[in-house]
């Protein structure tokens, strides 16, 4: 299953702003709900280009526990589900990505595809009640 395209569409114009955010003033500027929409962008692109191994590959437990630290604050059950399921795979291992690698079927087929639509969905609706 795939997200639907307003959706897609949406993460990936608020995604952009955010990073154009960044490269105009640091990324210390972010609100927390922007951290959090470039957090799960990030994940989305990585995972769509190249699989969660890409995203562990390219970006490393750091930037996984970035996406779990933005997550905190937030009112995000499906996003909060997704990640505990993804810890369970990857646990505390010291490379991520091969794990990641390892898992069969891999992770964006059975974890991120059921939950991507409803994640976004939920980050949508959080940044358009405070907007």
Same mark, same amino acid.
């Given at each position: ?5 307003? $959706? @897609? ?8 702003? =955010? ?14 709900? &922007?951290?959090?929409? +470039? @957090?799960? %962008? ?19 437990? &750091?930037? %996984? ?19 505990? &399921? ?10 991520? +990505?091969?794990?990641? $690698?390892? =898992?069969?079927?891999?992770? &964006?087929?059975? +974890? %991120? ?9 939920? $980050? ?8």
């Amino acid at each position: 299953m795939f997200m639907p395209w307003d $959706l @897609e569409d949406w993460l990936t114009e608020a995604g952009g702003r =955010v990073v154009q955010k960044m490269a105009d003033c640091g990324h210390k500027t972010l609100t927390p709900e &922007e951290q959090l929409i +470039y @957090e799960v %962008w990030l994940f989305d692109t990585e995972t769509r280009n190249g699989g969660v191994s890409q995203y562990f590959g390219n970006r490393g437990i &750091e930037q %996984w526990r970035s996406l779990r630290t933005a997550a905190e604050s937030q009112n995000l059950p499906r996003l909060k589900q997704f990640m505990d &399921e993804v810890d369970l795979l990857i646990g505390e291992a010291a490379d991520p +990505y091969a794990v990641s $690698l390892a =898992v069969s079927p891999p992770i &964006e087929e059975v +974890y %991120w595809r059921s939950h991507q639509t409803g994640i976004v969905e939920e $980050l949508r609706r959080m940044v358009s009640e405070r907007d």
